[in-house]
């Protein structure tokens, strides 16, 4: 170990005097040769170990070097005619293997296009600092192919070790013809002037060509269109209670193209004709992420919602401005104020509420071209290209809604009496009555349920008695297939009991109340491996068929919309979780009994 040190600050000192007179890096590598010619001659001589092999690592390094490319950041991209300090080409300078920082002083750029000298005042820029300004900005020639060569103002540092990115930019002409492209690149011919900033000595560039140059093509002005995005929670249909402030009802995603594009006309519509009117909705509100952009008019008599936004925001983006930038897209979420459902409010039970994008249909149709949008750039006006309708999934109102939660409670499997399972159901908005629940249930070790019945009964705990018929009180229960599903999992029903503790077959949970409800059933185990009892409440994947929301076949025709839970209760149609919002006796003394499937 003494020896290596040894010979490090040997050869450091009789090279210290080389480096700090800036000696080319060859004379340097040659002096270095040299040295370890001599130092193997000596241990050669003395008969030690050789340890020139470690002085030679001590003294390797790769020296100022620089790779230079197209970056590939940079992708076909379109620019506009008239616009100003457009970014028309980008380019990596790559020094993360060079000993040195490096000064770039001169850049040559390959220029290739099918038009001519379109671009005006190209500039070079590294970051927001403009390397070449005045006279130094290049005019192009009107060729098709050619040198341009940039003089730096000042030279641009790269320090060693790092990658840095360099922007060009320029003006197009007000002349420039739609759909010609320039392309700036370092394919070929072209030099740079680089030095070493230590040394001050030359440094030779390496061009890495395996990157294509990525043009720009020219175009008058922008375009847009708009399409649905299924983001939570409007990518399934939503239930919600009555009386809500920004529920929102749809998410639209808007994409501009060539330049950034400033919307000023904006067409909703109810989603359709024969859902929803305009009493349904309170105050209608557009956003741009947390940003309010405008409060939007009424639905008019037509179901359409027309919007207008300011014209200055093609200019600039202050406050209440939708303005899409270049090349990407935005979302615009549209929520609403949802009314009462009472005598003296508008709002119905199972009202499909949603507004959706009006298509921008073709001259010649009905109400065209009331979806609009200026170019920050161009200044030109432009239809959306979107002529069909964007449809959200919007919302059903009700005047209360059940939510259901596990207690995540475990039970220990034991034979006899037990609970095998325990969830919770809170009125959310407003008091709810439940009708109807279902259980899947799996067990293993289980002795035959058609010898031993397990009496599966629903019981309260929150009132302390039971709420349903005993379930399986004969054997044909558990002996007919219809009580199964597919995997052979028993399907058991509890119904609230009409002739004992429930005497209207209605279990009530008052407003903001939460109610614990536990599964019982009498389990045998068979004594051989163990048994184990595996329990589900089901929810209805879809409401039943015959309950239309949307359209003329909206069922029923009548300002009530929910269904008779004896028409719930029909094969074709969904029975597995009834329950109501009561809202029937938000308009009536009399109870209906009405009821309809639970959320999700």
């Given amino acids: ?91 990596k300078v790559n020094a993360s293997q060079s000993s040195d920082d490096l000064r770039i002083i001169t850049i040559q750029l390959r220029k290739r296009t099918n038009a001519g000298n379109a671009l005006t005042r190209l500039v070079l820029k590294d970051g927001n600092t403009v390397l070449n300004t005045g006279s130094n900005e290049v005019t192009l020639s009107n060729v098709r192919d050619e040198i341009l060569t940039f003089n730096l103002d000042n030279a641009l540092i790269v320090p060693e070790g790092q990658i840095k990115e360099i922007g060009l930019y320029a003006d197009v002409s007000s002349t420039a013809q739609v759909n010609t492209f320039y392309i700036f690149d370092v394919s070929k011919n072209v030099n740079w002037s680089v030095a070493s900033v230590v040394s001050g000595s030359d440094v030779s560039e390496t061009f890495d060509r395996s990157i294509d140059g990525k043009g720009v093509i020219v175009q008058a002005y922008g375009g847009y269109k708009v399409g649905f995005e299924p983001v939570m929670p409007v990518n399934a249909e939503q239930w919600v209670s009555d009386g809500r402030k920004g529920v929102t009802l749809n998410v639209l995603k808007f994409t501009a193209t060539a330049e950034p594009m400033a919307l000023t006309d904006l067409r909703l519509q109810v989603d359709t004709t024969g859902s929803s009117t305009a009493a349904d909705y309170e105050k209608i509100y557009i956003y ?127 034979n006899g009496d037990q609970t095998i399972l325990r969830f919770k159901v809170k009125a959310m908005g407003g008091e709810i009555k439940l009708n109807r629940l279902m259980f899947r249930i799996a067990t293993s070790g289980i002795t035959s349920m058609a010898t031993q019945l397990p009496s599966f009964r629903l019981y309260s705990i929150t009132n302390g008695n039971f709420v349903s018929f005993a379930t399986g009180a004969n054997f044909q229960y558990f002996a007919q297939r219809k009580n199964y599903d597919t995997s052979n999992r028993l399907i058991v029903r509890a119904r609230v009991d009409e002739t004992r503790n429930y005497t209207a077959g209605e279990y009530r949970i008052p407003a903001e109340s939460e109610h614990v409800l536990e599964l ?81």
């Fill in 520 to 600: 019982r059933g009498t389990v045998a185990d068979d004594g051989v491996l163990g048994g184990s009892v595996s329990v589900e409440l089901l929810g209805d994947d879809r409401r039943p068929e015959v309950i239309r929301l949307k359209g003329q076949a909206a069922y029923p025709r009548l300002p009530q919309l929910m269904a008779k839970v004896s028409m719930i209760t029909r094969k074709e149609n969904s029975s597995i979780f009834v329950w109501s919002d009561l809202s029937s006796e938000a308009t009536s003394a009399v109870n209906t009994n009405s009821a309809i499937r639970p959320i999700g």
């Fill in 288 to 414: 741009d992420g947390p940003t309010l952009v405008a409060i939007a008019p009424s639905v008019d008599k037509d179901g359409y919602v027309n919007v207008a936004l300011s014209t200055a925001c093609a200019l600039s983006a202050p406050s209440g401005c939708f303005v899409v930038d270049k090349d990407s897209s935005k979302l615009m979420t549209i929520r609403v104020d949802l009314p009462f459902i009472e005598l003296t409010h508008p709002g119905t039970a199972g009202q499909l509420i949603g507004l959706d994008f009006a298509g921008d249909p073709l001259v010649g149709y009905p109400s065209p071209h009331r979806q609009k949008a200026t170019g920050s750039l161009s200044g030109v006006s432009v239809h959306s290209s979107t002529r069909r309708d964007v449809e959200g999934n919007g919302a059903v109102t009700f005047r209360a809604l059940p939510m259901v939660t596990d207690t995540q409670r475990t039970f220990e499997p034991l």
């Fill in 1 to 91: 170990m003494a020896k290596k040190s040894i010979y490090s600050v040997v050869a450091g000192v009789l090279l210290f005097p080389l480096i700090a007179q800036g000696a080319a890096l060859d004379t340097l590598r040659g002096q270095i040769q040299t040295l370890i010619d001599q130092i193997n001659a000596i241990e050669r001589e003395m008969g030690i170990a050789s340890q020139s092999s470690f002085l030679a690592q001590s003294l390797s390094f790769s020296g100022p070097s620089v790779v230079v490319s197209s970056s590939p950041s940079f992708a076909t991209s379109t620019v506009i005619t008239s616009s100003r300090n457009v970014e028309v080409g980008r380019f």
